[in-house]
C-alpha cells in the first residue's frame, strides 16, 4: 500500500492513464475515459464547496452547462475562436457564481442545498426555453474542436485524451495546492464550525462566496471541455440528473478528500458501462449500492482507507514502547553519596 501514498502513488495514477491507450480496444474506450476526466474536474470542484466548506451545492452540473453552452454559443453562432470562448466560459462561470453564491450563501443546511436546486431548474428552462441564445431543444450543432496550439492538434480522440488529461492534472495540482493551504484551512474551519470559524477571525461570507466561486470555475472549464469533446449541447446537460451523478462520485470516492473525486468518477463510469445491458434499470441498481455504501462506509473508499491508515499509524505509535529515560549524572552522584 506504500505505492498509493504520497507523490509516488500519484505518480503511478498518471503513469497509468498515459498509457490506458495503448490497451484500450478502440476509440470509443478513448472517448469515454475522455468524458470521465471531463466529469471528474467537475467533481472536483463540487467536492471543494461541499467536501471541505460544508456548502452542499445542488447546482453544480447547471453551471457545468453554463461553461459548455457558452463556448458553444461563441463558437458556433459568433465564430469565436476555441481558446478565447474557452477562457469566457471560465469568466461568465465565475461572475455567475459570484452572484449565486452572494444570494444563496446566506441560508445554511437544507435551505442552502434547497436553493441551490430551485437555481439548477431555473438555469435549465433558460436553457431549454430561450431558443434565440441557446436553440432551445434543439441544442447546438457542430461546436469546434479544440483548436491546435502549435504543432499539437486536437482533432483526434487520442489527442482530445490527452489533452483533457493534462487539464485534470492541472486542476489536482492546483486543488492540491488550494486545499493545503491557509485558504483551505479557512475552508476546512467554516466546514467544521461557523461560530468556531468567526471566532478565529474568519470573513465567513467571504470565504464561502470565494469557495463557490472557485468551485464553479471547475464546473464552467469542464463544461467547456465537454463542448470541445462532444460537439453537440442539449438542455438535459443543465439538469438535475448531472448533479446527482457529481454527488454520487464524491460520496462514493470519498468526501473531503483530493483523490475521492477521481477515484468515485472512475469506478462508477466504469461501473456504467459494464452494466449498459442494465441501463434503463440503472438507478434500480446503482440507488441500494450507494445506500449501502452511506451506511457502511460513510466516508467513502478514500476516505475510509485514510481513516483506517490514521487508525493503524496511531496504534503503532502506541504500541511502540517508551524509550528509556537516562538519570542524570547529578542525581547519580547524590545517590552513592547518600
Known amino acids: 500500500m506504500k505505492l498509493l501514498e504520497g507523490k ?42 461541499t467536501g471541505y466548506t460544508g456548502q452542499f451545492n445542488l447546482a453544480h452540473g447547471a453551471f457545468m452547462a453554463v461553461g459548455a453552452y457558452t463556448v458553444g454559443i461563441l463558437t458556433v453562432d459568433h465564430q469565436v475562436p476555441f ?18 453564491g452572494l444570494l444563496s450563501l446566506r441560508l445554511k443546511g437544507h435551505y442552502f442545498s434547497i436553493f441551490t436546486l430551485c437555481v439548477s431548474y431555473i438555469m435549465f428552462l433558460l436553457i431549454e426555453k430561450w431558443e434565440s441564445l441557446t436553440h432551445g431543444p434543439v441544442g447546438i450543432m457542430g461546436i469546434p474542436a479544440p483548436t491546435g ?22 486542476g489536482i495540482w492546483i486543488m492540491a495546492r488550494i486545499v493545503r493551504s491557509l485558504l483551505g484551512r479557512s475552508f476546512m474551519a467554516v466546514r467544521n464550525s461557523d461560530l468556531l470559524a468567526e471566532a478565529l477571525g474568519v470573513d465567513l461570507m467571504r470565504t464561502k462566496t470565494l469557495s463557490f466561486v472557485l468551485s464553479v470555475v471547475y464546473a464552467g472549464f469542464a463544461g467547456a471541455l465537454y463542448a470541445g469533446q462532444v460537439r ?40 456504467t458501462q459494464s452494466l449498459q445491458f ?32 490514521a487508525r493503524r499509524a496511531d496504534a503503532q505509535a502506541a504500541s511502540k514502547p517508551a524509550a528509556p529515560t537516562s538519570v542524570a549524572p547529578s542525581a547519580q552522584e547524590g545517590r552513592s553519596h547518600a
Not at 490497451?23 to 468524458?35: D, E, H, M, P, R
Not at 481558446?83 to 449565486?100: K, Q
Not at 477521481?262 to 466504469?270: P, Q, S
Open 8 to 49: 509516488t502513488g500519484w505518480a503511478l495514477l498518471a503513469a497509468i492513464a498515459l498509457v490506458f491507450p495503448l490497451f484500450a480496444q478502440n476509440n470509443y474506450l478513448i472517448s469515454v475515459a475522455t468524458q470521465t476526466f471531463i466529469m471528474a474536474i467537475a467533481a472536483l470542484g463540487l467536492n471543494l464547496i
Open 83 to 100: 481558446w478565447i470562448a474557452f477562457l469566457l466560459a471560465g469568466c461568465v462561470t465565475a461572475l455567475l457564481g459570484y452572484f449565486v
Open 149 to 170: 496550439i502549435g504543432p499539437l492538434q486536437f482533432g483526434t480522440p487520442l489527442s482530445q485524451y490527452y489533452l483533457v488529461l493534462a487539464f485534470l492534472v492541472l
Open 232 to 271: 453537440f449541447l442539449g438542455p438535459d446537460l443543465a439538469s438535475e440528473v448531472v448533479t446527482f451523478d457529481l454527488v454520487m462520485f464524491i460520496l462514493v470516492g470519498g468526501v473531503g478528500t483530493l483523490l475521492g473525486p477521481l477515484v468515485g468518477t472512475v469506478l462508477v463510469t466504469y461501473l
Open 278 to 309: 442494465l441501463q434503463d434499470y440503472r438507478m434500480v441498481v446503482f440507488g441500494p449500492v450507494l445506500i449501502a455504501l452511506i451506511i457502511f462506509l460513510p466516508d467513502g473508499l478514500v476516505g475510509t482507507w485514510l481513516k483506517r491508515r
